[in-house]
């Protein structure tokens, strides 16, 4: 079976695991043009002049994390940074001091992270963590925001793209907060699959790089209840159980699960 891949699909993996490590990448020729092609791909930078650009880029970082380290590990409390990731999938987290850390979603390629500490929000502390390897681009927050005040064009087209991409969090959120647990779950993976998966050229089938452990902590639940479930559907044909994914065999009949049932009249749906 031949598989493509579109913009936004990736890899993800288990989660979070203690150990911390982040390794800087010698900032080559090579990883300059890399941060480059990257940020030029996101709207947000695609119109900045060269030399601006080249200016950011050379007081950024091109990082490599490890699967379950912080982005901001290594990141001095009043020198904040934004994160760019280039491949590879973080775990946006929540850790309210006075509860366990709530599991968010995934975010993927070419997604800006980090601007509620530059905004100064308050109340809620974010993190994101590596679920695999990550590299990501570590940008001076403070100088990022100097550069968007020179032009406001800049802020323009920053503030739409980070509106777009809360957006799609906040479609993930909602598809895992609401409803029962098969439609929680159901909605999730279809989400997830539809930005991150890998979808067959000659077929309607869909692979998410995406564990069982991730899939529960996201949602909250145990991870023998996702397993469960899965293995429902995988009995019905609807997916297939792989090793650190899921091939989704039937994704109509997935989003079925996803929806909430037909109303009934007289015993019979309407």
């Known amino acids: 079976m031949r598989w493509h891949q579109n913009k936004k699909a990736g890899q993800a993996r288990d989660g979070p695991q203690q150990e911390s490590h982040v390794a800087d990448v010698q900032l080559r020729t090579s990883h ?89 929000l308050g109340g809620r502390r974010l993190e994101y963590v590596a679920n695999d390897e990550v590299v990501a681009i570590h940008i001076p927050g403070h100088l990022l925001f100097a550069f968007l005040d020179d032009d406001p064009v800049r802020w323009k087209d920053m503030g739409r793209m980070v509106l777009q991409q809360e957006r799609t969090q906040i479609d993930l959120v909602v598809g895992q907060t609401a409803g029962s647990f098969v439609q929680r779950l159901a909605s999730t993976v279809e989400q997830l699959a539809a930005l991150y998966g890998v979808r067959a050229i000659d077929k309607d089938v869909v692979h998410l790089r995406l564990t069982q452990q991730t899939l529960a902590d996201i949602l909250q639940v145990s991870r023998q209840s996702v397993n469960a479930q899965i293995s429902t559907w995988a009995a019905l044909g609807v997916v297939e159980v792989q090793y650190n994914g899921i091939l989704i065999l039937d994704p109509s009949a997935l989003r079925k699960f996803s929806r909430p049932p037909a109303p009934l009249k007289d015993g019979v749906p309407v």
């Open 32 to 120: 300059k043009e890399l941060m480059n092609r990257t940020l030029r791909e996101m709207p947000c930078f695609a119109q900045w002049p060269p030399v601006a650009l080249s200016q950011l880029i050379g007081s950024s970082r091109l990082c490599w994390h490890k699967r379950g380290t912080m982005l901001s590990a290594d990141v001095e409390a009043d020198k904040p940074e934004i994160f760019v990731i280039v491949s590879g999938h973080v775990l946006h987290v929540e850790a309210p001091r006075d509860s366990a850390r709530l599991n968010w979603a995934l975010r993927g390629p070419r997604h800006i992270l980090g601007f509620s500490y530059m905004l100064d």
